[in-house]
DNA sequence: ACGCGAGATACTGTCAACAATCGGCGTATC
DNA sequence: GATACGCCGATTGTTGACAGTATCTCGCGT
């Protein structure tokens, strides 16, 4: 319980240039996306404002914002829950997603730099090396990375924020290491692929690309998690 | 669609099984989209807590839920105001929107259905009758229906209420006549498109086509915006 | 022992009051 | 006459208190 005594503390004292509210949405997201709130579990007003050293009010706004952008659920008289995603849900914001992904493939495909390109090389010659070396848990990082430069370099700020929002969701996801799984080498060929369309600079080809990697993805977690349901296991 | 526009009172005493802030989120997002609250106007806590009868707790919980739908902007210390999107904004959504629309085209061709069929072909034969005899009034809600049938039949509802939300969104562009309007026979041309792919259970060419059409949509919006287009391609 | 209902409890929903901050307006000064 | 300064009204930020509701506990009857 009382670990990670680094940088981040409970404390918001420093800031006055924006609301308390915000800040407060800010931290909350990060004990959901964390994991420290699990998916399912009651959010205490009092609790938290306790933590936080503020009355109930802010939180209530806080909590308010994060059910519009669904990583909370408020029934009435009862609390507010951390959402937890069912399996159906999960595999619609990969279909979302892949939209968002493919979209962002096709816009960046048709405003290549030699700069962009090189960054994205480089990516991937990081994953290869990472890959090939065995060190899965540095891999997911940087593949993380890979997929929000891509998205980031699209140059739609709307379509980058959404794409960001529901892959933050995925995390409520109960089988959250399967959304982070994946290939790896596997993976990465579909990486290469991504690339070369995007140099190419055909966007057709590059939406295409971008929606089949995350298309495969969910294939993937459907696959690992509806494993032919013959019979009723002993 | 439970949506009765015609005798609304600013009244929610009947309200009980949801809570006052949920209610005065669909109010104000009421206020929003119908106009009433001009884009770029100040929302001012106590005339609405006045105006519907409430405190201004429940009124601030509704407008930072609001804000996280992106319809306000809050200011810390200055208020809330009614967000105004940029044509850039626009240009953006229409990506966004173009991605997803093509997504539930994509969906809804693989699982088609004779009355799914029917209600679509049903559609447009409303619109050619509305657009022959010059009932542009009438014709842009069926034409909202059929999208909005064809994102509800997708089976998606993750990707439902994305769509709808920007949709929305788009309300508050301060040319909203431009979006509404549109080629109306011409559209048609492209929705009997939509329809064919449709019936032909063709995934991928639904996407093109449902894409295409929100994509020729973005076109002509920038067209008669930025009347002279730095480079023209397709 | 077990089901059931009244009371206790803990929490959320709502409100009114207090504190802090911003913008406008008038005035003084150069 | 123009500009800088400071006061004041208006509005938001935050808080603590009160009311209503769901859940839990415990005693009672069978």
Same mark, same amino acid.
């Given at each position: 319980?009382?670990?990670t005594p680094s940088r981040h503390v409970d404390d918001l004292s420093v800031v006055k240039s924006v609301s308390l509210a915000?800040?407060?949405?800010r931290e909350i997201e990060r004990l959901i996306l964390t994991g420290e709130l699990e998916p399912g579990s009651r959010i205490n007003e009092i609790h938290l404002a306790n933590?936080?050293?503020?009355s109930r009010g802010p939180i209530r706004e806080a909590t308010r914002s994060l059910e519009a952008k669904g990583l909370v659920e408020v029934v009435r008289n009862r609390g507010v829950f951390v959402r937890r995603l069912s399996t +159906?849900?999960?595999? +619609?914001?990969?279909d979302v997603r892949s939209a968002l992904f493919g979209q962002?493939?096709?816009?960046?495909? +048709?405003?290549?730099?030699d700069e962009i390109l090189a960054r994205l090389t480089g990516f991937?010659? +990081?994953?290869?090396?990472?890959?090939?070396? @065995?060190?899965?848990?540095?891999y997911y990082p940087v593949n993380l990375a890979f997929h929000s430069f891509i998205v980031d370099s699209a140059g739609n700020k709307t379509l980058a924020a959404e794409y960001r929002r529901f892959v933050d969701k995925l995390h409520l996801f109960r089988a959250r290491s399967l959304v982070q799984g @994946? @290939?790896?080498?596997?993976?990465?060929?579909?990486h290469r692929e991504m690339v070369d369309a995007l140099a190419s600079g055909d966007g057709e080809r590059a939406f295409i690309t971008h929606w089949r990697h995350?298309?495969?993805a969910k294939k993937r977690l459907l696959a690992s998690i509806d494993p032919q349901p013959r019979r009723l296991s002993s």
């Open positions: 319980m009382s670990s915000s800040a407060l949405v933590r936080f050293g503020t +159906e849900e999960a595999v +619609e914001i990969y962002a493939g096709r816009l960046l495909a +048709e405003h290549m730099t991937i010659a +990081e994953m290869d090396k990472l890959a090939e070396s @065995g060190e899965f848990d540095a @994946g @290939g790896l080498a596997v993976s990465n060929r579909e995350v298309d495969r």
